[in-house]
């Protein structure tokens, strides 16, 4: 079953792009998922796909910190690009001729380095993967790497980014969006980055993961400028995973409030509730027992 609603909800995202041999293609979305629901395997399984249709370099944009960088680099070598050696915990390697290509490696101190891989690789059949941290002078790295890149080559490399957690850093908080759309106000410096990185192709999707999208939905629809091109909102499709089977959230645990009565409806029967004369003992710096037995309680748990 687990595996069946992954492959439905990745064709559901895919759908949504557009052909990768189309001349151009600017393509803006939004995938909510529920917190650790299986978002990375979302994006894992449409990456795969997107890569058999003819999709050719991918970046995944995948926190702001070195560990979730490599963490995330990490789980898609084993659950994408393959290992040799590691029978059952790793997909096997393809076959030759469709292997991906790493410009980035699993070590924290493995982000993208210019000096370490070569143009060559994006003029070939086999999918480029990237993965960046959300991260000042990562991300001017790597483009001027690509505007070093044939242009030519650049017009014709159809650009999946993937934005891990896009509520964190990509949002323009500069105030940008309030001024004229004739205007060239500058952004915010990784919402400005990300979207310099989208307009040096002529093809691109970008799909934006998050459990949290309030910022994302709300960044205004038409917001431009000409140094950096449109802003990131998902104007194309905004997709709400499922919960996949066997998942235990906030709704399991405290239930949901009952819309008519007022009352809760569902949830476990793990709460106490605190009595007055405990409130007033610890506002006179006595530690009650009821307090000592949650906090054993937590530290257990």
Request: hydrophobic share 40%; aromatic share 6%.
């Amino acid at each position: 079953k687990a595996v069946n609603a992954l492959d439905d909800a990745s064709d559901r995202v895919l759908s949504c792009f557009a052909r990768p041999e189309s001349p151009e293609s600017n393509v803006r979305g939004l995938v909510i998922g529920h917190i650790q629901s299986g978002k990375t395997s979302n994006y894992t399984a449409v990456m795969a796909k997107a890569a058999d249709v003819g999709y050719k370099l991918f970046v995944v944009l995948s926190g702001i910190d070195n560990g979730l960088r490599s963490q995330t680099n990490r789980r898609l070598k084993h659950e994408l690009v393959g290992q040799v050696g590691m029978p059952g915990k790793c997909v096997p390697l393809p076959p030759l001729g469709k292997r991906w290509h790493e410009f980035t490696n699993v070590g924290e101190g493995a982000d993208f380095n210019p000096g370490a891989v070569s143009h060559g690789a994006l003029q070939g059949d086999q999918p480029v993967l990237i993965v960046a941290k959300k991260n000042g002078a990562v991300l001017r790295r790597l483009i001027k790497w690509l505007e070093e890149a044939p242009e030519d080559v650049r017009n014709n490399l159809p650009l999946c980014l993937i934005d891990d957690e896009a509520d964190q850093a990509s949002i323009d908080t500069s105030g940008s969006h309030d001024a004229p759309l004739d205007s060239d106000a500058t952004p915010s410096v990784i919402n400005g980055l990300v979207r310099r990185l989208l307009e040096l192709f002529s093809r691109r999707v970008y799909v934006a993961y998050t459990a949290t999208p309030f910022a994302n939905v709300l960044i205004p629809e038409s917001a431009t400028s000409a140094s950096h091109g449109d802003d990131l909102y998902p104007r194309d499709f905004i997709i709400a995973l499922a919960k996949p089977p066997g998942y235990f959230g906030a709704e399991e645990f405290f239930g949901r409030m009952d819309g008519e009565t007022g009352s809760p409806d569902g949830g476990l029967d793990v709460f106490r509730e605190v009595q007055d004369t405990d409130c007033t003992a610890i506002d006179m710096g006595v530690v009650p027992d009821s307090l000592k037995s949650a906090i054993v309680d937590f530290v257990l748990a």
